[in-house]
């Protein structure tokens, strides 16, 4: 079965432009968090998402919003970029049920690099 | 609110030494206790996982870790590293039921021939 999937893998663009980022879940897996991990750091919540329902989110500006699909797929969209938002987005789905562990299954990242 | 502090930043070792990773963390709430494992270049997969039970919970590639709620840590150990455990280690927590996980800044393990 096919892993947590992201679009683009690298991208580059310049301050002030927008980005779409994209992933698609596991396989029957029902919700969709967002993480930003800065270099030398670790991962940082943006978003939660569930039935296409935002479920929490991180501190990050209202530059940063995100939508899940019916297919549970879900973008990241970052308005306005500024050279701080230079990271590797991560998309991690998760199964949510009644007996929810909190595991996270991490896509690769998709590395975005502001000028 | 929940928060991680990863003890060493980075951790230099001989290959077949014994290591451990230590991890601290502060919550009000139950939680759930992870080390996830990141190689060069990719996203985070989980090495183990504390939901409840014994304290002692075994994970892949020979890790272990131990929960020790009085202490409110949650170190990760290895009694022999092999060149191939070169990564960045995360310890994160999630509070029970919660839909996110905090992580901490991360150990940088070097294994050395």
């Known amino acids: 079965d096919a892993g947590v999937t992201q679009s683009p893998t690298h991208l580059i663009k310049t301050r002030g432009q927008h980005v779409t980022l994209r992933c698609s879940p596991i396989?029957?897996?029902?919700?969709v968090s967002w993480y930003q991990q800065v270099l030398g750091q670790g991962p940082q919540f943006i978003f939660q998402?569930?039935?296409?329902?935002?479920?929490g989110r991180g501190n990050f500006p209202d530059r940063f919003s995100a939508r899940q699909f019916p297919n549970y797929s879900s973008e990241l969209n970052v308005n306005a970029l500024l050279l701080g938002d230079s990271a590797l987005y991560l998309c991690?789905?998760?199964?949510?049920?009644?007996?929810?562990?909190?595991?996270?299954?991490f896509g690769e990242g998709s590395r975005l690099t502001v000028l | 609110a929940q928060s991680v502090t990863q003890l060493d930043s980075q951790v230099p070792v001989f290959e077949e030494a014994p290591v451990e990773l230590r991890c601290n963390y502060s919550s009000s709430v139950s939680v759930y206790l992870f080390w996830y494992v990141q190689y060069p270049n990719q996203g985070l997969q989980l090495l183990l996982k504390y939901l409840s039970g014994s304290t002692l919970v075994k994970g892949i590639n020979g890790f272990e870790a131990e929960f020790n709620k009085s202490q409110t840590s949650f170190h990760l150990r290895k009694p022999s590293v092999h060149i191939s455990d070169t990564a960045e280690y995360f310890c994160a927590v999630s509070a029970v039921n919660a839909g996110k996980s905090t992580f901490g800044d991360g150990t940088t393990l070097t294994v050395k021939p």
């Open positions: 998402y569930y039935e296409k329902e935002e479920r």
């Open positions: 396989s029957g897996h029902k919700s």
């Open positions: 991690a789905s998760s199964l949510e049920t009644g007996a929810n562990t909190g595991e996270l299954f």
